[in-house]
C-alpha cells in the first residue's frame, strides 16, 4: 500500500493501518490511529470516484450539523418480502435514499458512537442515529459507485472514460544529416551512411515526443529540463531522456496514453529493423491504444515513417 501511494505521486502523510473482521472494526482501528482532529471523513475505498466538489459538500454539512452522509434518491420501487419472496409492503419511495459515503461526522461523536454502538451496522451514520444524534443527508453522486460486483467494473469502466483528462500537445524537432555520426531514430539505431548532428544522441524523435508529453502535461519543454550543452548530456542517448521524462510525469500523475510520430526525412531513409519501433512504443505506452501505421512513397524527395 505505502509503494502504491509514493509511486503514484501522493507525498501527504498517510497512515496505512490494518483493517478489522467486520466493516465498523476498520473504521474503528482507523479512529484508534488518527490523532486530534475535529472532524473525520470516512470514506469507502470501493468508492474510487469520490470528487473534491463532493467532499466539500458533506465537510461543509458536517461542519454545520456534526454528522452528515452522502445519499442519492432511490430510482426504483423499494418493496420489502417475507422468506418466502412474496411482497409484503411497498415503501413509497418519495423519502428514500442510497446512502454512501463520504459520511463525515464531528471526530468525538464518531469516537463516542463506535465505544457505544455495538450492534453490526452497515455504515457509520447508522451508530451515529443510534446515539441519538442526527444525521444530515446532502446529495452525493449516481457516479459515487461502490465497486462490489464483476458488472460493477463495467460501469467503472464507463464513468473513467467520460472523466478521464486528457491532454494532447504536438511536439517536433529538426536535425541536419552529417557525416560520421550514428542514424539513431526512436532508440533505434538504423544503417545508413549518416546520422543526425547534435549534442546528445541527435534522436529528433524522442526529442519531440518529449517535448509533446512535456507540453501536454504543462511541465516545461526538453531545453528546460535537459539544457543544450550540459557536459551531462553529451552524446546521452535519449531514451534515458524519455525514461525520465515519463518518471516525472508519473510523479505528476499522468500517463501517456497515445503518441502518434512522423518522421519527414530529407531523403529516403531505411526502414528500422521490423517491429523495433513499435515494440519501443509498447515500453513506454500503457493502454491498448497502439495502432501501426505506415505511409511513405520513396520514390519521391521526402521519405516519411510514420510509427504510432
Ligand atoms: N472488514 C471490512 C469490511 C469492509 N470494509 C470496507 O467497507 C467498504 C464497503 O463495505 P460494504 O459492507 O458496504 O460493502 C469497502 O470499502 C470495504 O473495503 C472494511 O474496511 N473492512
Ligand atoms: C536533448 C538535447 C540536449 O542537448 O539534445 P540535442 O542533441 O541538443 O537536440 P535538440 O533537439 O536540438 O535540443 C534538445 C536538447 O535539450
Redo the contacts with the bound molecule.
Keep these: 500500500m505505502n509503494t502504491l501511494l509514493s509511486d503514484n505521486g501522493f507525498t501527504n502523510s498517510v497512515i496505512v493501518c490494518e483493517g478489522g473482521e467486520r466493516r465498523q472494526d476498520s473504521v474503528r482501528q482507523g479512529l484508534e490511529r488518527l490523532g486530534d482532529c475535529d472532524l473525520v471523513v470516512v470514506h469507502d475505498g470501493a468508492r474510487p470516484f469520490i470528487t473534491s466538489e463532493l467532499l466539500d459538500r458533506g465537510i461543509s454539512m458536517a461542519s454545520l450539523t456534526g454528522a452528515a452522509t452522502a445519499a442519492v434518491p432511490v430510482k426504483d420501487t423499494i418493496k420489502e418480502s417475507d422468506e418466502e419472496g412474496v411482497v409484503v409492503r411497498t415503501i413509497p419511495r418519495d423519502r428514500l435514499w442510497s446512502v454512501q459515503t463520504p459520511q463525515i461526522f464531528r471526530t468525538s461523536l464518531l469516537r463516542k458512537a463506535h465505544s457505544l454502538v455495538q450492534d453490526i451496522v452497515t455504515d457509520d451514520a447508522s451508530m451515529v442515529e443510534a446515539i441519538g444524534h442526527p444525521v444530515k443527508l446532502f446529495f452525493g453522486s449516481y457516479s459515487n459507485i461502490k465497486i462490489t460486483t464483476p458488472e460493477d467494473l463495467a460501469i467503472a469502466d464507463a464513468i473513467m472514460n467520460r472523466r478521464a483528462n486528457t491532454s494532447r500537445e504536438h511536439g517536433f ?3 541536419p544529416l552529417v557525416q560520421g555520426r550514428a542514424l539513431v531514430l526512436g532508440g533505434i539505431t538504423i544503417p545508413f551512411e549518416k546520422g543526425l548532428a ?5 534522436d ?1 524523435l524522442i ?1 519531440a515526443v ?1 517535448d509533446a508529453i512535456l507540453g501536454a502535461a504543462a511541465l516545461g519543454d ?2 528546460t ?6 557536459d551531462r ?1 553529451k552524446g ?1 542517448a ?1 531514451g534515458k ?1 524519455l525514461h525520465i521524462t515519463l518518471e516525472l510525469l508519473r510523479s505528476n500523475r499522468w500517463r501517456v496514453t497515445f503518441v502518434d510520430a512522423t518522421i519527414l526525412a530529407e531523403r529516403p531513409i531505411p526502414e528500422a529493423p521490423h517491429g523495433q519501433h513499435t515494440r519501443v512504443a509498447r515500453r513506454h505506452i500503457t493502454t491498448d491504444r497502439r495502432l501501426r501505421k505506415r505511409q511513405g512513397d520513396n520514390n519521391r524527395r521526402f521519405g516519411i515513417y510514420r510509427a504510432r
Design positions: 524537432d529538426v536535425h547534435g549534442h546528445s544522441d541527435g529528433g526529442h518529449i526538453i531545453g529540463h535537459f539544457p543544450p550543452g550540459d548530456y546521452v535519449s531522456l
